[in-house]
């Protein structure tokens, strides 16, 4: 049975090394700091081309951890889509990028239109963020199903968890000026509140 763990002792577990598991306004999260990221590919038998998400509470927390400029048209899109079920992916290479997309020159990007998850995200900082599922399979949609897969990992008490969408985010990657093609937003996965659109779509919490 897992642990259920008040906001505190869940933030301390997750710096000591656990993973854990919290609500979000979509899924639930499967989650850890940054530098224990790679236990969650273990955990979920995931293969570690799959990147994970860091996940804060704010646009200034996520602004400052990573300490690298912004462009404006990042901070206005982030400032129209968070808090919010978006994934913004970022041509962003520092450590923690290493950390989350092994390989790759990218990160995603996101802060959950959840008050509680924003609680624990404010206390412990960004964290590394996935699906609650065993990879290739169904990801939980509460923490009933979450606790299921995860037996013997804590999650966030106190129950119930603010319902979630049960849906994945919509996920929206910055591309580079490419042939006389302006950069711009294309949709790399569309969620119930974008449209099919693959340019510049407008973002809503």
Request: with cysteine.
């Amino acid at each position: 049975m897992s642990l259920l763990l008040p906001l505190p002792e869940l933030a301390a577990a997750l710096e000591a090394g656990s993973l854990a598991l919290f609500p979000t306004d979509t899924l639930p999260a499967l989650a850890a700091t940054p530098a224990h990221a790679a236990a969650i590919w273990t955990c979920k038998s995931r293969p570690r081309e799959k990147p994970l998400i860091l996940m804060g509470a704010d646009l200034p927390q996520l602004v400052e951890f990573l300490g690298v400029a912004w462009q404006e048209a990042w901070l206005e899109k982030a400032r129209s889509c968070w808090p919010g079920a978006f994934t913004l992916v970022l041509p962003i290479q520092v450590k923690v990028t290493t950390a989350l997309h092994p390989g790759g020159a990218s990160l995603g990007l996101r802060v959950p239109a959840c008050e509680r998850a924003r609680e624990l995200l404010s206390c412990t900082g960004p964290l590394a963020t996935t699906s609650a599922n065993r990879s290739g399979e169904p990801a939980a949609r509460d923490a009933s199903e979450a606790t299921e897969l995860f037996p013997e990992l804590p999650l966030l008490g106190p129950l119930p968890w603010p319902e979630g969408s049960g849906a994945a985010s919509t996920v929206l990657a910055w591309t580079k000026t490419v042939d006389d093609v302006p950069s711009g937003w294309q949709i790399l996965r569309a969620g119930p509140s974008v449209p099919g659109d693959n340019r510049s779509p407008g973002c809503s919490a």
